[in-house]
């Protein structure tokens, strides 16, 4: 048995605050599960490495780390992340920034502070998405210290000030399974997510970037750029009044509500500098002149250290086989996010487009879980081919639905991994939000060990029929005690991987849909147990809608 003990999920360290990217692993995870399963100078390849936990981990721990992904902003933001950065050069060209854009900046945002009178900035601006009409503005005064919620008197806000933009995007949103919820609410473009004057700020701070000199700080002034994207749109939105809850665009989907906050872009460029510097600072301490990229596999046996690669996993071709010495990844999980639908918003401002033959299921693509299985199944059976015999693989994963838990497990059996074991690691051991809890998560990541190694695979320690029985009597005891869907799961997926990492290929998927239909039958039940359980924590408020259904 594999330990990793119980880690505390911290928050995240500065290097994953430079830019967004969807599904970030808790990396104290990471880092444990390299430093159990591997060596220093070991090289490590992770096929699906998104926003680069592995790369990250990988490095400090001075692995070398081989970071595959399809998608070009997750290559641009690990390109990012790793690579040293000359901190004073990097301001320095940003105070040049400063001088060339603050007066555009005094044009869009300046106003009068209303209780002591000078010059100052509004902050944001909350408008109707109807007709982008102000009803807040909100101004924190630096000369006299106020805060200033504005709700009247806001006319100096409605009209937009006659300065052209630069070049900015114009490309259609493709339909996709989250692009939808746009065009069905009538965004036929991209640019139609960030306001006028937004337009204006953004397109300027880009034209100005794009006049750099230094071609790698301009490059991290791009990607600084891109980072104020999460910002700029009209998915930033105030929850309640106040000056605390903006929320960033944090859903895993695209989506509009009644209102939106338009920031000042200008300040929000300013902080994002400072998370760039933050973060960069980290690293540079971190990993520093070790992040050595290498420009084929070759280099990695010698002294490069990584390679960030924008391929398509199913085919590795570029690693020779049996060469590296371990495999740490997170793989997509079945439709929970759409990576490649999502990064199209940044990535058209680099004038690039995610390929959307990504992994998930997607019905705008008909994809099904089927061909998700097939697409696992052909990376793995790469992975398989480069790891050194008696290698591992690790890979978190987490889904409340054993369908699509199955169809991963099978994947790596059908490629010829063996399972080891699952390890549960809490992700939320810190307290989750009410909203959050609405949803009834399982609050902990599933940590799979599998090998490439020539043991026969372990054999079911229940018959079909067996547990099947035994899970069915759980069942009743939990929905009869009061317990929730999710702590159903939670003490029952152990058992039930094991077998589906054991049983025949058919046989396991059989099960696995079993599983569901039993949880479906006693559907009612968990709500009632769930909402009973809200209700508790809440006292006699009434339980609010989720945050979702809102929208
Ligand atoms: C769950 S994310 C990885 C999250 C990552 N572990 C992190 O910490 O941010 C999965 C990634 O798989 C990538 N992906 C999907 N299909 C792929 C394929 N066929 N080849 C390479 N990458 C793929 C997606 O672009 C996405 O970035
Ligand atoms: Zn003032």
Redesign the pocket.
Known sequence: MLGLGILETTAYTPVYFMHK?W???PWKVFSKIIQVFTEPGDIILD????????LIEGLILRRKVVA????PL?CMVMKKEVEPLNIYAYREVFNQLKTQLEPLAWELYGTKCPECGSKTMVRYIRRYLADDRPFLAFIYCKSCNSKIFLESGLEEFEKVPDIPPKWYPVVQIPEGDTTNRLIQKGFRYFHELISPRSLIMLSHIRDAITQIQDDKIRDFMMFTFSSMLEWSSKMSKHLKGGETKLMDWTLNTYWVAKDYTENNLWEVFCRRVDKVIRGKTYTNSKIGSYAKEASDFSQLQKDASYMVVQ????DLSFIPDESVDAVIT???YGDIIQ??ELSDFYLVWLGLSAPKT???INSTRRIGLREYED?LYQ?FRECFRVLKHGGHLISTFNIGDMNVMAAFVLALRRAGFKYVDVLRQPVYNYKISFHVEQKDPMPYDFVFVFKKSDEPEPKPKLSFVELLSSLDKKIKEYVNNGKRKSEYRLDTYPQVIQYISSAPFEIARKFAKKYESMIREYSSEFNRNKMEHLEKKKGKKKVQRTLLSNL
């Open positions: 990217y599904a970030r692993r096929p699906f490495a998104g926003g680069g936990t592995t595959v992904d399809l998608n997750a391929a398509d996993s199913r997170d793989p997509p990576y490649a990504e992994i998930s697409g990376v």
